[in-house]
């Protein structure tokens, strides 16, 4: 399945001066294809990305990350999914904020983390959700063919992308 334009790199916002921007990975690097998140996190942090873009990648989100995604503008989650009608290499949607945070012990959704940082901020960054598809989940660190092949553009896209992100000026509004 091809992917359209509007859900490509493409749609991710201009990056001006001053924007503050966090890629948040998401998946477990021990369990295969499920790793993607964390791996373009882990691709990204070699690619000498410019000031204000800030790399963090786990497990699944909890509450003490809705701290540091209130503090950025821009925020894309990257995680992988096994929807089977997945435009590959990757899907890009807006985020939507949940109403209230819910969480459990266990993991906190997007909207919750969302809805958590404007409670702590008073504000929300623009979000995004980065789904790259992914097709094996045995327990070891190796991806599969497709899913590194996806990867590999997904992380070439979001690196061109942030290296837009235009230098910011001492003394001049964000």
Do not use: K
């Amino acid at each position: 399945m091809t992917m359209p334009a509007e859900l490509t790199a493409r749609a991710l916002p201009r990056l001006a001066a001053g924007t503050r921007v966090l890629v948040f990975g998401i998946g477990n690097p021990g369990r295969g294809d499920d790793a993607l998140g964390c791996r373009l996190v882990e691709a990204l942090e070699d690619a000498g990305l410019p000031p204000g873009v800030t790399l963090d990648a786990n497990y699944q989100l909890t509450p003490e990350d809705a701290l540091t995604i209130a503090e950025h503008d821009v925020v894309v989650f990257a995680d992988a999914t096994v929807a089977p009608d997945a435009p590959t290499p990757y899907t890009l949607t807006l985020a939507d904020t949940a109403d209230t945070p819910t969480f459990s012990t266990h993991a906190m959704s997007i909207g919750s983390v969302l809805a958590l940082a404007r409670q702590l901020s008073g504000r929300v960054p623009q979000a995004w959700t980065m789904a790259i598809p992914a097709y094996g989940f045995e327990i070891n660190d190796v991806l599969t063919s497709q899913a590194a092949a996806n990867l590999a553009c997904a992380c070439d896209d979001v690196r061109t992308w942030l290296m837009s992100l235009e230098p910011h000026v001492v003394g001049s509004e964000p």
